[in-house]
T-cell receptor, first 111, second 112 residues
Framework: DTGVSQDPRHKITKRGQNVTFRCDPI?????LYWYRQTLGQGPEFLTY????????KSRLLSDRFSAERPKGSFSTLEIQRTEQGDSAMYLC?????????FGPGTRLLVL | DQQVKQNSPSLSVQEGRISILNCDYT??????FLWYKKYPAEGPTFLIS???IKDKNEDGRFTVFLNKSAKHLSLHIVPSQPGDSAVYFCAAIPDSNYQLIWGAGTKLIIKP
């Protein structure tokens, strides 16, 4: 399968714990995006990488959130000191141009 | 302030008929538009896109129409099939930008 992959698919954690999600983009895609989606809404942009450079972060991305793409390939999104409001589907996408291709998402539940 | 609006939360269509999903936008700087389909607990799947320099793009059963003067686009699916039942999202990219700006989605139900 050569699509975008995300790991884990589901994560349940207790409030205050740290969680880390991984995204593996389509191999030739230099652009990588993270979005967050809650029920009944469209995805909300979180951050964007071109190769290893993080070029934009949404104001939604508080200082508890950090994302990296160290070698311009896979990316990680870490949430520190999780809160119940962080419960959502976290989506990763990659692209070479305008069309973004999405992974299956990581569903996070913070208890 | 929603820049991309899908005003119909749901739509029910008979199998074999045409499904028409609508999307309105407010930002005239949007340069590229995309439609995605999403099943529960999965990521969005890209369906079809259109550049602002065109007014129509077709791919198999899917056709997207863009009316720039009205800031409106629509997705036509014909004939509709049971597997088309999903939530459909309209998304837009502003000129010289990379973020997708999304509508809230329309749930399409295809009745047998």
């Amino acid at each position: 399968d050569t699509g975008v992959s995300q790991d884990p698919r589901h994560k349940i954690t207790k409030r205050g714990q740290n969680v880390t999600f991984r995204c593996d983009p389509i191999s030739e895609h230099n652009r990588l995006y993270w979005y967050r989606q809650t029920l009944g809404q469209g995805p909300e942009f979180l951050t964007y990488f071109q190769n290893e450079a993080q070029l934009e972060k949404s104001r939604l991305l508080s200082d508890r959130f950090s994302a990296e793409r160290p070698k311009g390939s896979f990316s990680t999104l870490e949430i520190q000191r999780t809160e119940q409001g962080d419960s959502a589907m976290y989506l990763c996408a990659s692209s070479t141009q305008e069309t973004q291709y999405f992974g299956p998402g990581t569903r996070l539940l913070v208890l | 302030d929603q820049q991309v609006k899908q005003n119909s939360p749901s739509l029910s269509v008979q199998e074999g008929r045409i499904s028409i999903l609508n999307c309105d936008y407010t930002n005239s700087m949007f340069d590229y538009f995309l439609w995605y389909k999403k099943y529960p607990a999965e990521g969005p799947t890209f369906l079809i896109s259109i550049s602002s320099i065109k007014d129509k793009n077709e791919d198999g059963r899917f056709t997207v129409f863009l009316n720039k003067s009205a800031k409106h686009l629509s997705l036509h699916i014909v004939p509709s099939q049971p597997g088309d039942s999903a939530v459909y999202f309209c998304a837009a990219i502003p000129d010289s930008n990379y973020q997708l700006i999304w509508g809230a989605g329309t749930k399409l139900i295809i009745k047998p």
